[in-house]
């Protein structure tokens, strides 16, 4: 992995990543593992990770952030990611609810909450998808009304992944009626372990357990945990996707199942086809590499790229659906083991192309953009 640009700390962040990570390992304390940013919970290791100043990193030094750039912080997630290493438990509130709680929270919620998800303390989920509104985040239903000086949150949201293990979710809501769908939407931040949230876990076609359903019954919020304005909130939540779309997991969550697949690559010398495909996807791994270096210096400017992303993501699916259509081609496709790196790729992959936004979604997108440009 020495594509990018880089400088000599991000040389020495790398070097730092794959020092804690090996000792990590060789003590069996983790097992590398395919899309290990959503599945992969370990909050010990969140926590050394954000003693060692690799949580956090881009967040201002008095609210407990390193104050380093997103080209920093990329250098230290693509580490993560190729190392397979458990970091679920932060990746959510440190890539993009900080940042959003930074932009948009009162001063008060952002010393509340920030410092804590420096120090891996607070465990986020993402409560945006609903049974009736997925790529169409704009149809979301669960009601936020004004009550006394605060709100009364009641719905239910799906897919929300490692809710079961939060400490906290954030919630988009439709606090008003207004006829236009993307007005009356407003963001907050709720404790998981207010009275009236409940979740229910859903397991995915592997048996596992990360997805939830969370329901919302009367649960009372303070006006301090509302981001941003009041039924403002959808362009907040488009700028907040640039950095959930923008991040190397959307390129590297198949990482270590290619990394299998080209350690077998001699194996298959005299198919000269799949050995071009393999080439391919190499040099295709190093464009989108640098496209996520290009989204992390648009941040670094304090931009939220939010077509760059859209692409990245689309892009970034693409090449990882044909890591795993590599794979069908070859022997190790023959009964992987569900544990392995290439079959938690392979039962992981049917989502990579929908969370976080559609195929279809992120095309539209790109092209409405295109055309006002
Ligand atoms: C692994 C995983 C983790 C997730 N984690 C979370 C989470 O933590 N929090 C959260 O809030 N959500 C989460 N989600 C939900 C995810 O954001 C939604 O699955 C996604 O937005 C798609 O919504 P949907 O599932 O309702 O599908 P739908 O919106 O019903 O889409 C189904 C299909 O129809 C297509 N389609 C829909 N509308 C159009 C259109 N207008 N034009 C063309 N095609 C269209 C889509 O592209 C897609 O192929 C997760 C999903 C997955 C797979």
């Not at 207004?178 to 592997?206: C, K, Q, W, Y």
């Not at 700028?239 to 080209?262: C, H, M, W």
Request: charged residues 25%.
């Amino acid at each position: 992995m020495d594509h990018t640009p880089t400088t000599d700390t991000c040389t020495a962040l790398r070097a730092q990543v794959r020092e804690l990570t090996d000792a990590w390992r060789a003590a069996g304390r983790y097992t590398p593992r395919s899309d290990s940013w959503l599945r992969s919970f370990d909050l010990d290791f969140s926590k050394e990770l954000a003693a060692r100043g690799l949580v956090a990193m881009t967040y201002p030094k008095e609210l407990g952030g390193a104050g380093r750039t997103h080209v920093e912080r990329l250098a230290v997630t693509e580490e993560l990611l190729r190392a397979g290493a458990p970091v679920a438990a932060h990746w959510i509130g440190d890539r993009q609810i900080g940042p959003a709680i930074l932009r948009h929270g009162t001063p008060e919620l952002q010393r509340e909450i920030v410092p804590r998800i420096a120090t891996g303390d607070a465990v986020f989920c993402l409560g945006m998808s609903e049974p009736e509104a997925g790529s169409d985040l704009a149809a979301v239903r669960t009601s936020a009304v004004r009550s006394g000086d605060g709100w009364r949150i009641n719905g239910h949201k799906i897919w929300t992944s490692q809710a079961h293990r939060a400490t906290h979710i954030y919630l988009l809501a439709r606090s008003e009626q207004t006829g236009n769908r993307h007005e009356g939407l407003t963001e907050f931040i709720v404790d998981m372990d207010a009275p009236g949230v409940t979740v229910t876990p859903i397991h995915d076609l592997s048996g596992e357990h990360h997805f939830n359903e969370v329901h919302f019954e009367d649960v009372a919020v303070s006006d301090g945990r509302v981001l941003g304005t009041v039924g403002g909130a959808w362009r907040q939540v488009v700028e907040q996707l640039s950095f959930e779309r923008g991040g190397a997991e959307r390129v590297l969550s198949s990482y270590p199942a290619l990394i299998a697949l080209l350690d077998q690559a001699a194996q298959y010398e005299n198919d000269r086809e799949l050995l071009a495909v393999l080439g391919a996807l190499v040099a295709r791994l190093a464009v989108l590499r640098r496209l996520c270096f290009d989204v992390a210096t648009a941040m670094d400017t304090g931009q939220a790229p939010v077509q760059q992303a859209a692409a990245l993501k689309y892009l970034g699916n693409t090449f990882e659906r044909d890591v795993i259509e590599a794979l069908r081609r070859t022997e190790l496709y023959r009964e992987p083991a569900p544990d392995s790196v290439l079959g938690q790729a392979l039962l992981a992959s049917p989502g990579f192309g929908l969370r976080g936004g559609s195929a279809e979604v992120l095309l539209s997108l790109i092209a409405r953009q295109e055309t006002r440009s």
